[in-house]
């Protein structure tokens, strides 16, 4: 057994069929099929049970394919340390991000970097901070800029930036519920309102209120923060989000600043703790702001 007779294998187990496994490793079918038999008999159990065209992993193969993951991310880190060494600055940067940092903020810090280090590539994941972290985890990524609250177990966690929360809709729906359009708003205000929150921010905001005696009323519960200020376009609702993630509101609509300093969030560059740092994660790490270290979870 050896790491191409395993990446066969995870290959096969990805696809479900030796024939699409094929296609991704670039190989014709007898050989793969070859090797898989090989590992089976060489490990003395069968790692899939075949029906017809299809290959489903059986309980030695899920546990083989579980710690395959484990070696070849090793194997492909190793890799990755050795080209370290020798392109020295003029490796790749894998870095993830979240939307709301991928406009002026992060595209700032990366014109900064690459003026001192232009031979360096830049790989950028732009996804929600849960799959971030995942790909954190899983060393496909050197770094990632997150949004808390999130868990922060095994990552090393430095804020970038601290933002309040706002309640964002149209003048109109403000002045329904409340009778004027406010300049702030306190988490006691925020009951009585037709709320739209992304999923992530109403445990602690359901919590939150719950300690002040509350009730919120979602009126919707969605995915993403941009879907979150789209609806609150509409007027159906009022949007509960980050500072950030209102900066493109335009026409009618209002952002209130929400005044409670329990409801929070911050931008975080977040790297596993232990883990190898690429020698272009630790240089672009000095061109990212330093205010505080917190605390994420």
């Known amino acids: 057994m050896d790491l191409k007779q395993l990446r066969y294998f995870a290959a096969v187990a990805e696809q479900g069929s030796v024939s699409a496994a094929a296609r991704q490793l670039f190989m014709s079918q007898p050989p793969l099929s070859t090797q898989i038999r090989q590992l089976e008999e060489e490990l003395g159990c069968h790692l899939f ?5 299809r290959f489903i992993l059986t309980d030695a193969g899920k546990l083989l394919y579980e710690r395959t993951q484990g ?10 340390e050795l080209r370290d060494f020798r392109e020295g600055a003029c490796g790749t940067l894998r870095l993830g991000a979240v939307s709301s940092i991928c406009g002026m903020d992060l595209s700032e810090w990366l014109a900064a970097f690459w003026k001192n280090y232009p031979e360096v590539r830049v790989e950028i994941s732009e996804q929600n901070t849960y799959q971030l972290l995942e790909q954190l985890r899983s060393h496909q990524l050197d770094l990632a800029i997150i949004r808390t609250p999130f868990l922060s177990d095994g990552l090393q966690c430095r804020v970038l930036r601290q933002e309040r929360m706002a309640a964002v809709g149209k003048r109109s729906a403000f002045e329904r519920i409340l009778g004027k359009m406010p300049e702030t708003l306190s988490i006691q205000q925020l009951e009585n309102l037709p709320l739209i929150i992304y999923r992530r921010w109403e445990p602690p905001l359901t919590e939150l209120m719950r300690e002040k005696g509350l009730v919120p009323t979602y009126f919707c519960i969605c995915d993403d923060a941009r879907t979150v200020v789209s609806l609150a376009k509409t007027g159906m609702g009022i949007g509960i989000v980050p500072d950030s993630s209102a900066e493109e509101l335009g026409g009618e609509c209002q952002c209130v600043e929400i005044v409670d300093p329990k409801f929070q969030s911050a931008i975080v560059a977040a790297v596993c703790e232990g883990a190898y740092l690429s020698s272009v994660a630790k240089l672009f790490l000095e061109y990212l702001p330093r205010p505080e270290m917190p605390s994420a979870n």
């Not at 049970?49 to 065209?53: A, M, S």
């Not at 090793?74 to 990755?80: F, G, L, R």
Request: aromatic fraction near 0%; charged fraction near 40%; glycine fraction near 14%.
């Open 49 to 53: 049970n075949r029906d017809g065209r």
């Open 71 to 80: 070696l070849l991310g090793m194997a492909d880190s190793m890799e990755k």
